[in-house]
């Protein structure tokens, strides 16, 4: 193998102000020291994992989000620990929370960029 383990995810995002608030005030990412690249953007610390918001120039095209939440759209996972307590905060924002059912312990929202994320159950 020629990795050791994932460091980060970069997601681009539109407005780094509401993308802020959603992982760091309702999931809870901690941000950390960023250098300065030129252009908008913040890291999150995830566990063992960072989380890099870009804000990319306008005209720049960095991939669409899809117009829908759907599990079949590019996403990444954060592991919960309490799949019913993690649904009733999504909603209480005013989430679509889309699951499959409690038993599977999974469900996906979109950020405020549109990208699809995905809360598993477990580790």
Request: net charge negative.
């Amino acid at each position: 193998m020629i990795t050791d383990s994932l460091h980060h995810v970069s997601l681009s995002v539109r407005d780094l102000d509401a993308s802020l608030r959603f992982y760091c005030d309702l999931l809870g990412l901690t941000p950390i020291e960023r250098p300065d690249f030129g252009f908008p953007g913040a890291w999150l610390q995830a566990g063992t994992v960072q989380l890099h918001l870009i804000v990319a120039p306008e005209g720049l095209d960095t991939g669409s989000p899809p117009e829908k939440t759907t599990p079949l759209a590019n996403h990444l996972a954060f592991a919960v620990s309490d799949f019913h307590e993690t649904v009733t905060a999504l909603e209480k924002q005013g989430l679509e929370v889309i699951k499959v059912g409690a038993a599977s312990g999974q469900c996906w929202v979109t950020d405020p960029s549109g990208n699809v994320i995905e809360f598993t159950l477990g580790s």
